[in-house]
């Protein structure tokens, strides 16, 4: 069977302000209305034959993973949580170990979790052509066929041919300069290096297992090792801490004799930034794209996003980047917006979160959304899934006021239980144990207003927990 | 007695999205902390022998007028409400009506609320040159001495000197091209023409009766049957509304043979745009004017203002505007910010509200500020000044939770009558009739939760106002 797996473990920042270490570019709904992991997953889940996918993910992502599952409705191949970012070879190795406990004979699909792919039927023929050099027990990559001199990317020198679907990789070659990088779209015969593998799951594990011993060693202890929680599968942190950190490039294909590239011409893009996003997306009359609520006079080669409930209006500007959040605005140049990582790093430097967190936080049991905060209060959106729970929890410093929106919440406050209802509402006193719970079958919400001298996130002492945080 | 007016007519949207038709730019503390309007009264309260001023103003800026002068200490000689823009004859002849009935010497010193004066030893020379001229019966206008070429404004050309203090005014000359602007540069006899007058009151009104007779007319006759309320003088809406509509410069400047012109170089501005701002603005290195929470890299040139709990980060970009507020962000190149109007017009055009109002409304009682809506809620967050009474209301479709984040409420729902103090919160169902006052001595604070299928603003059934609304 040909198990999809999905890594998920970028956590970049080249999209700030939309991407955000808690919310990476996997995670946004770029172009359209799902996110790149969604459309990856649901790709995936097209191809004929496929099992349900298994994602590899940070800790910090589990929730939104699922629920980024559960919203396209698909069902889970596993959730694996890597316990410390090691790059792209143990975390296969990980999936590997997961698949052949399932299935030996599994066929592995590697898929970053944030590329653009907009031919899927090239995607899909590519796919069937790698199935079959996978069987022959070669490792293959996809090799993207260049449509102009990239020098920000590896290339592939194709090889001997193997039949109609494939080549024998000759080398793999570093990012090339611009001259070099011209040479290999002239010469045709050189591809960019996608990111993308197929092989069968015990052919990679022998061949990192030469290659790469300290990593397959280190993944089998972790996996061994791991426990599930929920619908998670957590790798052990201590074992899989020891593992080398190294592509799936340099620890195996670049070392074995066994690798193959299919090429493919499938409409890709890594949108590595946000021009590469504003090059891929469709533009209007006057070249540019504009998301949300856009206003523009005069204005030509834009990338603009609005926030939700808020506009944006442009005045005789050209080629710039406009992009917006709750929280922080970017105005770039469009030519400068490799250079987002140093307005990031400033922000690290001044201690502050923007690059961090969105105003919307994703929580075990749902989310909330700091809607306003003043002297004395902070409003705050909260949503409880089905079935979910927060914490049993005491606020020293603060008093909770919360108005049910939809929905009916279960409250816990002191030694009641009882139940909130849509447009009613209900006051924790400073220093009352109290819960909230949704025991229906449809999402609660809610506006809570917090009241008191100190509102800090920190003000919060849990007694009990059904996610183990307390 | 000296008498300062202050004319506070102006609606300009050019300063959009900072400046909007229910806030314009007079009521904005564009440099500093201090709004125009009061930087303007603090200037003229601040000159020898001053009297408390008079502004004339539009209704509906009434209850931002009262606040902004009550948030600088100062009492009023009089608000005068406009029902109607007339220009600023007929304004001035309000004022002086106004004033005759206090003082039959008065002198005024007419002054427009959105002008910036940095030299304010240098305006107070100038305004003790034109109180001699004035008591000499002259109209005295105020000529700037230019300091670059510009094509914007009218000039003065002067005459006969009138012994230290100024000149006759030669005549007046409507703006200039680029050639004419230089040669009067060169010249050094032309003046801008600043809009600000002083003169006897009782000389203003002898000679709009003899140049402009139906102005004259027509104020007399709206002054006579204005009412007062609260602290506002409401001007006859009919009596007034029939005055032809002309500047103080047409109606009278020009015709009378009293006309004077004292020069003055007080570093004065009328901020016309969001480029004249960053003119006059203090700078960094880079030349950039930022004010609130703004990062920068590599970036140049730029006025960028931030909006509260909001930050903007620049990338690369040179010679732009960018203003942010909590529903609008505007990003325009520095050189075309006089088109914005071109964009409110593309506004008004679409039936938006965004040029009209800011999110953050002015009432009689205080003000509100919807600090989020979705689905089935809204959050406002409510000031009631202290002493001041929503009216007597019923909502067909929703319900209201408050939450009193500081100060007393005294809460009116059905039959009863009770107190909410800080932490505290209360529940007004659908349909109940009910009001918020604050009875205390300090503003009540609180935030609204609203919820329910429709929140439209025009839900609202008015049982009992004392601002008359019912």
């Given at each position: 069977?040909?198990?999809?797996?999905?890594?998920?473990?970028?956590?970049?920042?080249?999209?700030?302000?939309?991407?955000?270490?808690?919310q990476?570019?996997?995670?946004?709904?770029?172009?359209?209305?799902?996110?790149?992991?969604?459309?990856?997953?649901?790709?995936?889940?097209?191809?004929?034959?496929?099992?349900?996918?298994?994602?590899?993910?940070?800790?910090?992502?589990?929730?939104?993973?699922?629920?980024?599952?559960?919203?396209?409705?698909?069902?889970?191949?596993?959730?694996?949580?890597?316990?410390?970012?090691?790059?792209t070879?143990?975390?296969?190795?990980?999936?590997?170990?997961?698949?052949?406990?399932r299935?030996?004979?599994?066929?592995?699909?590697?898929?970053?979790a944030?590329?653009?792919?907009?031919?899927?039927?090239?995607?899909r023929?590519?796919?069937?052509?790698?199935m079959?050099?996978a069987?022959?027990?070669f490792?293959?990559?996809?090799?993207?066929?260049?449509?102009?001199?990239?020098?920000?990317y590896?290339?592939?020198?194709?090889?001997?041919?193997?039949?109609?679907a494939?080549?024998?990789?000759?080398?793999?070659?570093?990012?090339p300069?611009?001259?070099?990088?011209e040479?290999?779209?002239?010469?045709?015969?050189y591809?960019?290096?996608?990111?993308?593998?197929?092989?069968?799951?015990?052919r990679?594990l022998?061949?990192?297992?030469?290659?790469?011993?300290?990593?397959a060693?280190?993944?089998?202890?972790?996996?061994?090792?791991?426990?599930?929680?929920?619908?998670?599968?957590?790798?052990?942190?201590?074992?899989?801490?020891?593992?080398?950190?190294?592509?799936?490039?340099?620890a195996?294909?670049?070392k074995t004799?066994?690798?193959?590239?299919?090429?493919?011409?499938?409409?890709?893009s890594?949108?590595?930034?946000?021009?590469?996003?504003?090059?891929?997306?469709?533009?209007?009359?006057?070249?540019?794209?504009?998301?949300?609520?856009?206003?523009?006079v005069?204005?030509?080669?834009?990338l603009?996003?609005?926030?939700?409930?808020?506009?944006?209006?442009?005045?005789?500007?050209?080629?710039?980047?406009?992009?917006?959040?709750?929280?922080?605005?970017?105005?770039?140049?469009?030519?400068r917006?490799?250079?987002?990582?140093?307005?990031?790093?400033?922000?690290?430097?001044?201690?502050?979160?923007?690059?961090?967190?969105?105003?919307k936080?994703y929580?075990?049991?749902?989310?909330?959304?700091s809607l306003?905060?003043g002297?004395?209060f902070?409003?705050?959106?909260?949503?409880?899934?089905?079935?979910?729970?927060?914490?049993l929890?005491?606020?020293?410093?603060?008093a909770?006021?919360?108005?049910?929106?939809?929905?009916?919440?279960e409250?816990?406050?002191?030694?009641?239980?009882?139940?909130?209802?849509?447009?009613?509402?209900?006051?924790?006193?400073?220093?009352s144990?109290?819960?909230?719970?949704?025991?229906g079958?449809?999402?609660?919400?809610?506006?809570?207003?917090?009241?008191?001298?100190?509102?800090?996130?920190?003000d919060?002492?849990?007694?009990?927990?059904?996610?183990?945080?307390?």
């Open positions: 069977m040909l198990h999809p797996v999905v890594l998920s473990g970028g956590s970049g920042t080249r999209l700030w302000p939309l991407s955000r270490q808690n990476p570019k996997q995670f946004l709904a770029l172009i359209g209305e799902r996110s790149l992991y969604q459309e990856t997953v649901l790709r995936a889940s097209r191809l004929p034959g496929a099992a349900a996918p298994v994602t590899v993910c940070a800790d910090d992502h589990r929730f939104m993973v699922g629920e980024q599952l559960a919203a396209v409705g698909l069902s889970s191949g596993g959730i694996l949580l890597e316990p410390a970012a090691r790059n070879a143990p975390a296969i190795a990980l999936a590997a170990l997961h698949l052949l406990a299935d030996p004979e599994a066929l592995m699909l590697v898929l970053p944030d590329h653009l792919i907009e031919d899927e039927a090239a995607f023929d590519a796919v069937a052509g790698a079959t050099l069987s022959e027990n490792l293959v990559t996809f090799g993207i066929r260049p449509d102009y001199a990239e020098t920000g590896g290339y592939i020198r194709r090889g001997t041919p193997l039949g109609d494939g080549f024998e990789v000759e080398r793999f070659v570093e990012k300069d611009r001259e070099t990088a040479a290999y779209l002239e010469d045709g015969g591809w960019w290096n996608s990111g993308m593998f197929l092989f069968r799951a015990a990679y022998e061949e990192l297992e030469r290659h790469a011993p300290a990593i060693r280190a993944a089998r202890e972790a996996h061994a090792n791991a426990r599930s929680d929920l619908d998670f599968t957590r790798i052990d942190r201590d074992a899989f801490a020891a593992s080398p950190s190294d592509s799936i490039d340099y195996v294909m670049e004799d066994r690798a193959a590239v299919v090429p493919v011409s499938c409409g890709w890594d949108i590595g930034s946000w021009s590469a996003l504003w090059s891929v997306a469709e533009r209007d009359g006057d070249d540019n794209r504009h998301d949300g609520d856009v206003i523009s005069d204005s030509r080669g834009n603009v996003r609005a926030a939700e409930r808020r506009m944006i209006a442009t005045l005789g500007v050209e080629d710039l980047v406009i992009v917006d959040t709750p929280d922080a605005t970017l105005v770039a140049r469009k030519d917006v490799q250079d987002v990582k140093t307005l990031v790093d400033r922000m690290k430097a001044d201690g502050r979160t923007e690059h961090l967190v969105h105003r936080v929580r075990p049991w749902g989310s909330y959304d306003a905060v002297p004395r902070q409003v705050k959106r909260i949503v409880v899934n089905p079935g979910a729970a927060l914490s929890q005491r606020h020293a410093h603060r909770e006021h919360w108005v049910v929106v939809s929905g009916v919440a409250v816990t406050c002191g030694d009641r239980v009882y139940e909130v209802a849509e447009n009613e509402s209900t006051f924790i006193p400073r220093g144990v109290h819960r909230l719970r949704n025991c079958k449809t999402p609660v919400e809610l506006i809570e207003v917090q009241s008191g001298g100190y509102l800090g996130e920190d919060i002492e849990r007694l009990e927990d059904v996610y183990g945080r307390s």
